[in-house]
Nanobody, 123 residues
Framework: QVQLVESGGGLVQAGDSLGLSCAASGMIFSSSAMGWYRQAPGKQRELVAAISSGGRSTYYADSVKGRFAISRDNAKNTVYLQMNSLKPEDTAVYYC????????????????WGQGTQVTVSS
């Protein structure tokens, strides 16, 4: 079965950087677009960033544009999210997702989910 395992979350201060990783198994990783979502307490889960199967197309939510970077290594079946200049409002559980579909411009349909990793940014 498909497994997505996130790692790299933690507690950091505002302005710090943090990198998340998501290791995939049980799927043809190189054929799947991938995304990172987050969910803060009391808020809906939102798409933060997405990347096409080959890595050529990316999407970022306006709230993270210029601060976050999504990348992937198809040889390692891993997708990454580098988060810079973190803000307290970035505090959330971050989820890795294997897309059902992804079209440039942000049209992303979620598929399989990871278990999530907590990111907490203190002010």
């Amino acid at each position: 079965q498909v497994q997505l395992v996130e790692s790299g979350g933690g507690l950091v201060q505002a302005g710090d950087s943090l990198g998340l990783s998501c290791a995939a198994s049980g799927m043809i990783f190189s054929s799947s677009a991938m995304g990172w979502y987050r969910q803060a307490p009391g808020k809906q889960r939102e798409l933060v960033a997405a990347i096409s199967s080959g890595g050529r197309s990316t999407y970022y939510a306006d709230s993270v544009k210029g601060r976050f970077a999504i990348s992937r290594d198809n040889a390692k079946n891993t997708v990454y999210l580098q988060m810079n200049s973190l803000k307290p409002e970035d505090t959330a559980v971050y989820y890795c997702n294997a897309a059902k579909s992804f079209y440039s411009g942000g049209a992303y349909s979620p598929g399989y989910w990871g278990q999530g990793t907590q990111v907490t940014v203190s002010s």
